[in-house]
Every structure is written in C-alpha cells, then in structure tokens.
C-alpha cells in the first residue's frame, strides 16, 4: 500500500486518481487529507480532484512530472538512486570560488549528464562550488528556471530527477559542492495550480503569485517553502541554496520565514555532518540578512551583493544607466567603498529608488566572505538587452583588471560559465511557453522592461525564439583560441594565489584598505603584506608602495619594479609582494 496526501484546508472532498482509478481521501488535522492505495510502485501517475472540480490536478508536492507540469505526477522512491558521495564531507561558503552555471546553454546537449563532462574543467579552474540557476518543473522546454511551478520536480528539459542525482553525486566525486538556486518569491504563469488547494497565495509581485506567508492557513505554506529547501540539501545531497529576490517574501511575522529556514538547516547540518549553506539574493542592503541569528540576525551564510558588481560594472565599462547612475557618480571613490565596507548605499540616498536606502555593515563582526560577488552573473548579462557579456564591452586588459580586483577581494568571488576564457556568446533572456498568449506578454513585457532601463533603442531578440536560447549555448571550441586561452590562463592563476596565499582569501573588511588616483585610473589595494596594483588608464604609470617590492607575484602585461616604484602598463594589473 502507498499513502498519498495532500493539503487542501477549505475543501470539503478531495480525491486520489491512481493509475486510472478513483479513490476517496480522508481528512485529518490541518488541513490534510489522506488515502491508502494499493498501486502499481514507483512510476504510478496520480492526480487529485478538488472539490468539484473534475480537473484532475497535478500533486503541489510531485517530485516527478515526466509529462510535464499539466499532467499526471507521478510516484517517485528518492531512496531507489544509489549514491556514492558517502565520504564527502562539503564546503564551506567561506574561502570558497563559485561558478554560476546554466544547464540548459552550459552544454550543448543542455543535459546534466553533458554537464558531467565539464566537471573536471570546474575542478582545473579552481572551482569549489558551482551553483545552478533553478530546475524547478516548468511548463515548455526551455526557460532561464524561474518561472517554475513544480517546484518539488525537477525539470525533465536536463533529465529528471535522477539526472540531477547523478550530477551531484559526480560532482562529490570530484570535490566539488553544489549549490542549488531555488525561488519562493513567485510561481510562473503556467500551471501554478496551487490556489485550487487552497490559501497558497496572497497577491502578486512583478513577477507573478507570491506566497501567503503570514495571513490565515500560512503555517502549511511556509512549511511548503521549508520543506521544498531541506528536500535539496537532504535528499538530493546538495551543500546550499541561493534563493532568489528575499526582498519580495512578504512575511509579517515576528520570526521571518529566513530565519526560521536558517534555523531549520543548522538542525539539519548537525543531522547530515556537513556545511550548508544558505545565500539570499537580498536588494534590501540591511546587513540582519547575513547576521547570525544570536546577533539578532536572519542568519543567511551570505548574500548576492549587487553593490559590489554595480561599482566594478560602471568603474570598468563607464555605463551610468538606470540603477548604475549612483555608482558611476561615485567612480573608484565607490569602488574603494564597496571594496572595504560590501555596501554602496549604507543609509544614503539613490537616486534610483529616489529615496534613502540600506544600512551600514559592521565589519568588525560581519566578515566579507558572506558577501558573494562577480563581474558578471545571470541577471546582468541576460538583463542586458541583447545579453552581451563584459567581452563584447571592454578590452581584454580590462576584463583582466576586473578579474584581478575580484579574486583578490575580500568577499567570495563568483564567476559566470564561460567568463573565464572571455566567452563571445551571449546569454540573453529566454522561455516558450506552449500558450501563444503567454508567449506574446514575455515577448512585449521584455520589451517594455528594457526600455525602462535605458535600452528603448536597441532591438531585443525575441525570448521565444529558439536561436536565442541556442545563441545562448557556451561554445566550448573558444578556449582553445587566442586571446581567450591566454585570459583562462590568468582566471587560473588568479584562483589559484587567492588558494595560496592567505592575505587573498582573509575575510575581514576592516583589515582592507584602497587608494584610488581618479586621474590617473589607478587603485592599490592593501592586502597584508600583498598589494594589487591595478591601471584602468590607457597610459604607463609609475606607482610609489612606500615599501620595497620583493617579488611580483603575477601581472597581466610586462611589469618593472624598482626599490618601492612598480611601473604598471595601461590597462594592466599586477600583485606584489611588500618587504616585511
């Protein structure tokens, strides 16, 4: 006999489709009701009808949707996958390099198993962790995985359930962690049946339904979110979870659904005797997020922090658009701000959202490692207009500074896939849904979107098309091409000082120091013993340490040094070593 449940707290019957039979289910507290049915094992499709509805709907919690999100779920054993990671011991965020990844345009077959065979390049590159966008159940065959709706199933688009299984465990194999994107802010627009259960819903954002996470019946959703997080860690094995825009959870309550996410984990880390990790994406710039909950925090192991990319973005490429008006006004004084305190906007004006935002970060207690940073990551290349990467937008002596700066920061670094050669491909937006109609709103919502944010100009691909999701794909050939092997070479290196040498990797922000010469294009940054020379001008420039050079420790172009003077090339780094 297998028992099949499922909550819906307002209805008055509800009933099981099993393999084609119809069964009644009892009700039992909270809102549950329940159903003892003799089937046909693992693989049996089932399906409920609510109340009068003769629509059979796919179970909220299916953890297989091979028909996809319409149609039947069907039973899955997440006991039957054979595992071999029973020595892997995880990684911690802190001294840790991500690599944001894509299945579906990682490869070009867009398969977790594809996927497999880049693992060792991960693992040459100097990869601890990489972290996937969404692979939630979603209705079409291709999409960038938010506008999921099964959020319990995994996408069939990159192989199902087990496909995912046979990633992670391939990735433990070869040292490295995952991390898994999930999304609890929204459900797509297609097939996000679960307001025909009952009260999953309360309003909308941009974006679509949002949760109901403080009103009547909310106890059962936010165990729905809860219980959605520790499935991946638990069950799949995986070592953290990114989750996606914090900001819009609406939740009123004194204990906020982040906390007690955060402290539900530690239970469970204690449980499986490995770190997880728990990043936010948060644009709310308040540092509770990444404050231990015994600080009177959330207690999230860290946050996206956008600040830190917007400063680099406009510092490297010159662009003052929308949200980058601030950071280009601030310049490298703005950068060497975000370098040594995570926040631009600290309880100061932006003049963006046109009012004050954020608060100040106490770096005293607040290491830099909880603030995950990048050049580049999904949303600001694919929410660019046509989705063209810092490659088509700056030198390669550029994009190396950039790179410099990064690893030799403070905060955990993460990469793009296909940044560390300098791919040419673009990553733009994309999804097709079956429905003509939907198709038709992303096409001019997208539209509408990138013209409020200064690209009214610009011809935007069409997100239904097929060639802009294979426009997409990373074209694996060009690492083998100039100038991109040589930029692989230095992603390479630079990963792998920031390993050996401890001042790269030391975490403390008040530890940090910058100088910035705004003319001349140039910053210095103090780390330890080690400075990182950067020169973001086209001109030679003679730079005084004040202490003598002993050793260069790697520089992108012909670097000289004499006593204390370092002289640096245009658009060039260098990192140096300081007499002691």
């Known amino acids: 006999m297998a028992e099949y449940a499922v909550w819906a707290p307002e209805k008055d019957t509800v009933r099981v489709v099993v393999d084609g039979d119809t069964y009644p289910m009892r009700r039992a507290a909270g809102g549950w009701w329940h159903a003892d049915v003799q089937d046909n094992g693992p693989g049996s499709a089932y399906a409920f009808l609510v109340g009068d509805d003769p629509t059979p709907l796919p179970d909220p919690r299916s953890l297989w949707q091979p028909g996809g999100v319409h149609a039947a779920s069907r039973r899955y054993d997440q006991a039957a996958f054979w595992w071999t990671d029973q020595a892997w011991t995880g990684r911690t965020l802190a001294g840790s390099v991500l690599y944001e990844c894509h299945i579906g345009t990682f490869t070009d077959e867009g398969t977790f198993d594809s996927a497999i065979e880049k693992l060792d390049h991960l693992v040459a590159l100097g990869i601890d962790m990489v972290e996937l966008l969404p692979l939630n159940a979603v209705d079409g065959p291709r999409n960038w995985g938010y506008d999921g709706v099964g959020w319990y199933a995994v996408t ?47 309003g909308s954002n941009i974006w679509g339904p949002s949760l109901n996470l403080d009103g009547p019946w909310s106890d059962e959703v936010r165990r729905f979110a809860i219980d959605n997080a520790l499935m991946w860690l638990r069950d799949f094995h995986v070592d953290g979870l990114r989750i996606d825009a914090v900001h819009a959870l609406r939740d009123t309550r004194a204990v906020h659904v982040l906390e007690q996410l955060a402290t539900e984990v530690t239970a469970l880390e204690a449980h499986v005797g490995r770190p997880l990790s728990l990043i936010a994406e948060s644009d709310l710039n308040d540092p509770r997020m990444i404050t231990s909950r015994d600080g009177g ?11 830190i990319h917007h400063s680099l973005h406009t510092v490297l490429t010159g662009e003052s658009q929308g949200y980058y008006s601030d950071f280009a006004e601030a310049d490298l004084a703005g950068l060497a701000h975000v370098l040594t305190r995570g926040f631009l906007h600290e309880g100061t004006w932006s003049s963006f959202r046109k009012r004050t935002h954020g608060a100040p970060v106490d770096t005293v207690r607040i290491p830099g490692h909880r603030f995950v940073t990048y050049l580049q990551n999904h949303d600001q290349i694919g929410n660019r207009a046509t989705g063209d990467r810092l490659t088509q937008v700056v030198s390669p002596g550029i994009l190396a500074c950039g790179a410099a700066i990064l690893f030799t920061s403070p905060f955990t670094p993460m990469l793009f896939m296909g940044e560390e050669w300098g791919a040419r491909t673009p990553w ?18 997208r539209t509408s979107e990138f013209a409020d944010h200064g690209w009214g100009d610009v011809e935007v691909p069409d997100p239904n098309a097929e060639s802009t999701f294979l426009d997409s794909k990373l074209d694996w050939t060009e690492q083998e091409q100039e100038p991109h092997s040589t930029l692989l070479a230095m992603y390479k290196e630079l990963i792998a000082l920031r ?7 030391d975490p403390w922000l008040d530890e940090v120091a910058v100088d910035v010469h705004p003319e001349a294009r140039t910053l210095v940054i103090h780390r330890g013993r080690l400075r990182v020379l950067v020169n973001l001008g086209s001109e030679e420039v003679a730079l005084d340490l004040a202490a003598t050079v002993t050793r260069i420790l790697l520089a992108s172009e012909p670097t000289s040094s004499e006593g204390a003077e370092i002289t640096l090339p245009g658009e060039s780094f260098a990192i140096a070593v300081l007499e002691e």
């Open 156 to 202: 069939e688009n990159y192989g199902g359930p087990d496909g995912f299984k046979r990633f992670v465990d391939a990735a433990h194999a070869r040292g490295l962690g995952v991390i898994l994107d999930v999304v609890y802010n929204h459900l797509g627009p297609s097939g996000a049946y679960l307001d025909r259960f009952g009260p999953y819903f309360a």
């Open 297 to 307: 925090g959330y207690g999230m192991t860290g946050q996206w922090a956008d600040d």
């Open 428 to 445: 733009q937006f994309f999804s097709y849904f079956p429905d003509p109609g939907l198709r038709e709103a992303v096409r001019t919502g």
């Open 499 to 505: 390993k050996a040498w401890p001042e790269l990797s």
